[in-house]
């Protein structure tokens, strides 16, 4: 644990703009006594110009994540609802484009239904079993048309139903596309879990056997493994407590007192000297960690046992001075880890005597911890992607 940080209302002054730049692109982790300087300002405008200017057209040097371009939308529309610009900041026609784009994604097979990576492979709206549905692109396809307000009219809920259900495993487990292609690991597994629990139907998959695959994951230190026998980490952790907390209650409790004590001293423990979260035990800080250490421990309901004023010092700490954040302090931007710490911010963003205007820059609406959105989305989600019955 790291001492409460001293947040006076009076020590607030706006830090000078080169000092600032020189300090983000320092190589140096922040010192403990950063923690009583006042909290860098959100760069709330450079990030929404970066986000803004991806989706308008992706930078050439990420043109290697053109596989993974489903989620780089997601981070980049996410970006934008995180920081209330989505409805304010962009035109009608930019957010219809981007949902166009992801309903193109959008594929019909004899597995079911669900949404591609991209269009790198077809644009065809069936696919022939080498370019399937993606069950983690499904996901952030869902949330992504959520965080756009779409009314869902298009999706074939019996089809995604299937799709879910063909992607398990005989162990329980969930790979990325049908019939146990792909990789196999719990990030399918959490897709899946939040997919169904978007749905509001656990019918097509064995939530006991997913269940059972979880616990193999288990560690002696409380965390979880990737795959069962492998070392504990900070994002299969919290993709592990968030499936237990999203299934529907079973025969016995998902998590013994015990295990969830263990889980959350593993997790309190990632939280180093520098107030940033390390994936896995003895490695450097990282601000995804931020999200998944943080978001964990907000679903165990022990958020308050860490330093939340340190935390977001780290975060802000690893802002790019021409937008975007980092992992680290000094190291260039990227979409996936801009998003994650805005979300990180999200939920622990301190409640703190600054000024007026410090306070409105880091304030953030209610976020989901359990299905990484912010609280109106998932509420819009919910609302919309179960089959109606009326
Ligand atoms: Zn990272």
């Known amino acids: 644990m790291i001492d409460a940080a001293n947040t006076s209302m009076s020590s607030y002054t706006s830090p000078h703009p080169r000092i600032y730049i020189r300090r983000a692109l320092s190589h140096q982790p922040p010192a403990m006594s950063r923690f009583s300087e006042p909290l860098p300002p959100l760069a709330r405008a450079s990030h929404i110009s970066h986000a803004k200017h991806a989706l308008a057209r992706l930078p050439g040097s990420l043109v290697n994540l053109d596989a993974s371009r489903m989620a780089i939308v997601f981070y980049c529309v996410g970006i934008l609802d995180l920081l209330g610009a989505l409805q304010d900041q962009t035109s009608d026609m930019e957010r219809v484009s981007w ?166 001293h593993w997790l309190v423990h990632s939280q180093d000297a520098s107030g940033g979260f390390r994936g896995r035990t003895g490695k450097a800080p990282d601000a995804c960690y931020c999200f998944w250490g943080g978001a964990a421990l907000r679903i165990l309901g022990a958020h308050d046992k860490i330093n939340a004023y340190a935390f977001t010092q780290f975060i802000a700490s690893c802002q790019f001075p021409f937008g975007g954040i980092a992992k680290a302090p000094g190291q260039p931007p990227d979409f996936y880890h801009t998003y994650m710490s805005l979300a990180a911010a999200a939920m622990y963003a301190p409640r703190v005597e600054l000024s007026a205007r410090a306070y409105g820059q880091w304030d953030f609406t209610p976020f989901n911890p359990l299905l990484n959105a912010r609280e109106e989305t998932v509420r819009w989600a919910r609302s919309y992607i179960p089959a109606r019955t009326s």
């Open 99 to 264: 949902q166009t784009w992801i309903w193109e994604q959008y594929a019909i097979g004899r597995y079911g239904t669900g949404f591609k990576p991209g269009p790198f492979m077809s644009r065809s709206s069936t696919n022939s079993g080498h370019d399937s549905p993606h069950i983690i692109m499904t996901y952030t396809a869902l949330l992504t048309l959520s965080m756009l307000r779409d009314d869902f009219a298009r999706l074939n809920r019996p089809g995604l139903l299937q799709f879910v259900g063909s992607c398990q495993n005989r162990d329980g487990s969930f790979s990325s596309t049908p019939n146990g292609g792909g990789d196999s690991d719990l990030r399918n597994l959490y897709s899946a879990f939040a997919i169904c629990a978007l749905l509001g139907d656990w019918s097509s998959i064995d939530v006991e056997r997913a269940i059972g695959f979880v616990d193999s994951c288990r560690t002696y230190e409380g965390g979880y493994g990737q795959l069962p026998s492998c070392e504990a980490q900070g994002g299969t952790t919290y993709l592990a407590l968030a499936a237990l907390h999203l299934a529907p209650p079973g025969p016995r409790p998902r998590l013994a007192p015990a295990e969830k004590a263990r889980s959350e």
